[in-house]
């Protein structure tokens, strides 16, 4: 490895099989660790989806209990309803899509950054 110190260069050698030994033994306590994360917030996310979704229900059952108080047809109601969820799967889906899209991007140079690997964005 050529390393440019001031104003001459110097190069470093480096044992790499010192780090291939220590990262192969660190590897299976490491993959517990994700796996043990991952487990959590998936369990985590389950139960927030079902609270989640069982709220909207409660809401929903009222809103349309309001509705139909005020003389709203079932048709009215259904059509309602279905602009409301296409409006809403229309702004996730945006949302979703840019966050992704911009994340992506974030990790790519981050990763580029670190490997001084060459990274172009081809649109």
Wanted: glycine share 4%; aromatic share 14%.
């Amino acid at each position: 490895m050529l390393k440019f110190i001031g104003q001459d260069f110097r190069i470093l050698v480096d044992d790499v099989w010192l780090d291939l030994d220590f990262f192969q033994s660190i590897e299976l306590p490491f993959k517990f660790y994700l796996v043990t994360i991952s487990a959590l917030m998936l369990t985590l996310s389950f139960f927030t989806m079902t609270v989640s979704f069982s709220q909207k229900m409660r809401d929903l059952e009222w809103e349309q209990g309001c509705l139909r108080a005020i003389g709203i047809t079932e048709k009215q109601s259904k059509k309602i309803f279905l602009y409301e969820a296409f409006c809403i799967v229309i702004a996730a889906l945006i949302t979703g899509i840019s966050l992704g899209i911009a994340g992506t991007l974030l990790a790519v140079s981050l990763s580029s950054t670190l490997t001084d690997l060459p990274f172009s964005l081809i649109v």
